[in-house]
């Protein structure tokens, strides 16, 4: 059998797209393993569910650090100890520098609540609600210095509906994003989907980006 990709997952928050990257590993055919959770943030409520399930937690408090590039030394190294390929960033509240993210190209992905190139940054919901768009989304790109600027993995839509509000359309988004992130760390996991020269070369059939659009 092939080595899995060893994953780490960044996160700040409460970690639902860390619970769905962790139960899509748990399938031992999955091309990725996740083998380490990172926050920033001692009290993250995905750290414990990770720790739950068996999987090595680590916190590096950014507020411990002088600065940001201390702190990201500090990630590199905790990651390099933990023997990481992939890094998939899953609601990880810090903006990462130039230096860490080229250490890290083409290895490095992210799932940012809206179709980009559509509402880079945050309050995607909102934004989205208040221009009266018919579709919002999500999408997985590979993370570049230009802030939600990497190209393009996996999207998929839904319809915003009439009466959504913030939460009922987040709600809806979220539901794609734990079907989204988990398809495309597989395709970066196993070379299917790969960062060439600033861009994605992608050798996926035609009928598995379909599934993806939603
Ligand atoms: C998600 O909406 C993700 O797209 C964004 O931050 C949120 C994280 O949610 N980057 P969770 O912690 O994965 O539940």
Known sequence: MTARARTAILISGRGSNMTALIAAAKDTAYPAEIALVLSNRPD??????????????????????????????????????????????????RI????????????LINIHPSLLPDYKGLHTHARALADRVPRHGCTVHFVVPELDAGPTIAQASVPVLPGDDEATLAARVLEQEHRVYPAALADVASGRVRLVEGQVADDRPAEYARFLAG
């Open 44 to 93: 993250a409520g995905g750290l414990q569910r990770a720790a739950a399930d068996g999987i090595a937690t680590a916190v590096v408090d950014h507020k411990a650090h002088p600065d940001r590039e201390a702190f990201e030394r500090e990630v590199d190294a905790v990651l390099t100890a933990h023997r990481i390929d992939i890094v998939c960033l899953a609601g990880f509240m």
């Open 96 to 107: 990462l520098t130039p230096w860490f993210i080229t250490r890290w190209e083409g290895r």
